[in-house]
């Protein structure tokens, strides 16, 4: 079964930065032929999604997110980043990444990585 692969989660404080990556299980498919997302969920909430990088690499990103994280690939490592600078006790949440069909059709989704920023 594939799914993605989340890492780089943790606890940090409001203002620092963390960078999240995500990889396909047993490398099932390529990200470079994709058009990937990063989603969140935090407590209580329905899971969003926060910025997404198309196969063509067009990028966009939540409005609560612009101007602080951004998403890239490495195509030679198959992986996916989301680097977040200036973090908000609101960015709290399980982050997801996922191919934009397979969130969709909700398939491929794997364990997640938590993500905590907290004094």
């Known amino acids: 079964q594939v799914q993605l692969e989340e890492s780089g989660g943790g606890l940090v404080q409001p203002g620092g930065s963390l960078t999240l990556s995500c990889a396909p299980s047993?490398?099932?498919?390529?990200?470079?032929?994709?058009?990937m997302g990063w989603y969140r969920q935090a407590p209580g909430r329905e899971r969003e999604r926060v910025a997404f990088?198309?196969?063509?690499?067009?990028?966009d990103y939540v409005d609560s997110v612009k101007g602080r994280f951004t998403i890239s690939r490495d195509n030679a490592k198959n992986t996916v980043y989301l680097q977040m600078n200036s973090l908000k006790p609101e960015d709290t949440a399980v982050y997801y990444c996922?191919?934009?069909?397979?969130?969709?059709?909700?398939?491929?989704w794997g364990q997640g990585t938590q993500v905590t920023v907290s004094s």
């Open positions: 996922n191919t934009l069909t397979g969130a969709a059709v909700n398939v491929y």
């Open positions: 990088i198309r196969s063509n690499g067009r990028r």
């Open positions: 047993r490398n099932a498919f390529s990200i470079h032929d994709s058009d």
